[in-house]
């Protein structure tokens, strides 16, 4: 490593960090600068840090979250650190460049306290359903897999972002898009343009609305939510920056869906769907998702994330008629890194991953009931 010297450095330019991660190949909206500032809000502080070579130039990045831990709702005197789909690395077929990132974030958790540091590099593992005919390993996924298992790493059992995804490649023409999709969705495309569902582009004045229809989709499909000024703040801070957008689909003048997609660096993500009871029978989920698709595709964006696959490929799964309708629009499953977790405190570790599976099954049930009171309030 004598002739790869790696200097380490806090960057607190928005602009720049920006602009040295939107180079880095695994590349993630998750390790902005607007997320960043975006949890700030949020009890968590930033470390933003940049590694470079002897010749100055960037070869790793993280965007560190840090807060403090806690047990139901009491701050203990321990910390815990996340970097959220990083950290980011120009070259993983590098050794010595990722062993020593790695090794100086270890050490920053010890450094810091933290009770444990938690990373997910936003790199595959594998393409498509394991088992099926067209399932492929990652061998730089699978490599790494390997390095982590022998030092120190131990794969999280709180997965934060989804393991598996769905991705839908843009490089297309709009005529070779359609006709990758599943029969049955490009009917149901043209059937909700004949029942004459519309689908417009959102601004800041439809936060509300989009926090009802969440509210209710939240509801309807028993996931938990937070309050709307949460919402309100992450959708409009990224639409301020220009890298957020909704897309709302009516009927009559009726919102009846709409989806918030976020982008960066030519990659977008489908990261908020809602949707109402009524007119659904018109499909206006698929209008809504082959507008938004055309607009990120005009704009120049070459993926878009739809966010989210089963953990296991079954129908009892219960992201299983998700994946169904996400499949049906083209999209190839992508089976990700994941989280995993450098214990630095081992003891205290154990411990709290023990409690805190527990605590969080007692508090979503706790947020399902308010959302309910709160919509039928």
Known sequence: MSNQLITQENVWNGEAWNEIISTFPYNHILQTWEWGQFKSRYEWKIIPKIWRDASNRPVAA??????????????LPLRIMYVPKG???????????????????KQLACIKGALFLKVDPDIPLGYGIPGSQDYEVDLLGKELANFFRGNGWI?????????????????ADEDELL???KQKTRYNVRLA?????????????????????????????????RSQEYYSTLWSSFMDAEMAKPFIAEVEGQAVAAVVVF?????????FGMSRES??????????QWEATRWLKSIGCHEYDLWGAPDTFDQEDPLWGVYRFKEGLGGKVVRKFGAWDYPARPGFYRLYTEIMPRLLSVLRKRGSARIQQALDG
């Open 193 to 225: 343009k004949r029942k004459g569902v519309q689908v417009r582009t959102g601004s800041k004045s439809d936060l509300g609305l989009l926090y009802q229809m969440y509210v209710e989709t939240a509801v309807r499909d028993g996931f938990v939510i």
């Open 87 to 105: 950290p980011l690395i120009v070259n993983w077929e590098q050794l010595h460049v990722y062993q020593r990132i790695l090794e100086d974030l």
């Open 62 to 75: 993280a965007m560190v979250l840090e807060r403090a831990a806690t047990i139901r709702g009491i701050s």
């Open 263 to 271: 982008k960066f660096a030519g990659k977008a993500i489908y990261m």
């Open 279 to 288: 007119h659904r029978e018109k499909m206006p989920n698929y209008l809504l």
């Open 155 to 171: 794969p999280s059992s709180e997965q934060i972002q989804f393991q598996n995804t769905v991705i839908l490649d843009l490089e």
């Open 179 to 181: 006709a990758s999709m």
